[in-house]
């Protein structure tokens, strides 16, 4: 019973920025890990970036140097602040969650479409 609801997506020039939002919800103990992924037109799904409950943090080259991922652990809220976006960013991003509930569970967002224009 853990829901996933993502925002923040849209359309930004190249060199602009953009803040993903993923808030978790429900019967929640802890949140052990969080992540971003993205999936480009004609692409499988990567990881972007991750971040545990310990403040942990993975990137994807491309995305090193250039993105941040945090999160508020009292809101169950992790962010990814995207800068100087390029083209190569457009995606439908998906944020995952793994979350202690009554078990532990793993819970896909609906996924926010980021759209880069040159």
């Known amino acids: 019973q853990v829901h996933v609801v993502e925002s923040g997506g849209g359309l930004v020039q190249a060199g602009g920025s953009l803040r993903l939002s993923c808030a978790a919800s429900g019967n929640i103990f802890g949140v052990p890990y969080m992540g971003w992924y993205r999936q480009p037109p004609g692409k499988q799904r990567e990881l972007v970036a991750s971040?545990?409950?310990?403040?942990?943090?993975n990137y994807a080259d491309s995305a090193k140097g250039r993105f941040t991922i945090a999160r508020d652990n009292a809101k169950n809220t992790v962010y990814l602040d995207m800068n100087n976006l390029k083209s190569e960013d457009t995606a439908v991003y998906h944020c995952n969650v793994v979350a202690r509930s009554t078990g532990t569970l793993e819970v896909w967002g609906q996924g926010t479409l980021v759209t880069v224009s040159s």
């Open positions: 971040i545990s409950s310990g403040g942990t943090t």
